[in-house]
């Protein structure tokens, strides 16, 4: 059987068995982060959009429901932990030859650091006085997680609360969309400080290949005692479901494990730029600042 109609058969079967089984796709579940997004842009020589290549995109439609019922399916089972979804080699997205949009028109600066680095708090001061469009990717993926009709809500709420990286089709949709929103009312052009994103290999490549290429990385560093003691603080106030010491704990593993790949990535690229954040927000600040003049800001 030619490979694009078993591809189809095994996405039909996976449908129905999906149907049959999940509440993920009752009717109501209409408001889809997949939805919300405006067809594609490309820039380069190809015209606009790819022809044969669907607007709505259905290959990342699947892709996603099909990783969203895997693990609905994992967390309603007695197993013990969330087993991270695997990729089923044939429904993933085709791979895209340009990116949405263009770093001539696009600046993308990634914001990394451990949890409790202070990334928001940088943030915030970059924006006042900069004029960035701050997206933070864990303030996307709980908006989504809180949304009444998500068909991602439960999900996201378990990789949060156990301080696992939701499945990346998710994030790169949500980051995506706002992206087009706020590129819309600038005339094509914008500036982004993308905070906690990307936290793992497949993200970064994935973001950087279909979505746009990252001008540079800000990361900050700081020792595991310091964020812990200033989680707990956050914690007091954040009404965050992950600032508690379990949460904690699992959040810095998955950093060292899964996000640290990312920044020497990034190193190695000569995109990255690292900070001390064992220090006031201010005297953090002063050196941004002077990193965002270095980088033409
Ligand atoms: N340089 C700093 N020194 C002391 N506390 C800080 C500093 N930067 C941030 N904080 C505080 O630490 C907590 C975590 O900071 P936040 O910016 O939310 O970190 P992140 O976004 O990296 O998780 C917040 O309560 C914030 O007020
Ligand atoms: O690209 C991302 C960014 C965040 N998260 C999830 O969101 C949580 C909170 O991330 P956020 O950046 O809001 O907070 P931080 O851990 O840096 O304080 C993480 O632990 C992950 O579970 C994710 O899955 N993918």
Redesign the pocket.
Known sequence: MPLHRTVRSSQAALRNQFNAKSRLTHPRARDSIFQLSTPRRTYGSGPNPTPGRSPLKVWPFIAITLVGTGSYTLMKSPMPAIAPPKSHPQISSPAKDTPTFSPDNVSVIFVLGG??SG?GTQCEKIVRDYGFTHL????L?RAEQDRPDSEFGNMIKE??RD????PMEV?VQLLENAMTEDIKQHDGKGKFLI?????KMD?ALHFEASVCPSKSTLFFDCPEDVMLAR?LNRGKTSGRT?DNEESIKK?FK?FVDTSMPVVDYFETKGKLVKILAVRSPDEVYQEVRRVLRSLGF
Do not use: E, N
Request: charged letters at 30%; aromatic letters at 8%; glycine letters at 16%.
């Open positions: 949890p409790g990334k933070s990717a864990g303030d993926l990789y949060i301080g696992k990286i939701v994030t905070d906690g994103f990307p936290r993200q989680l992950d959040r998955t």
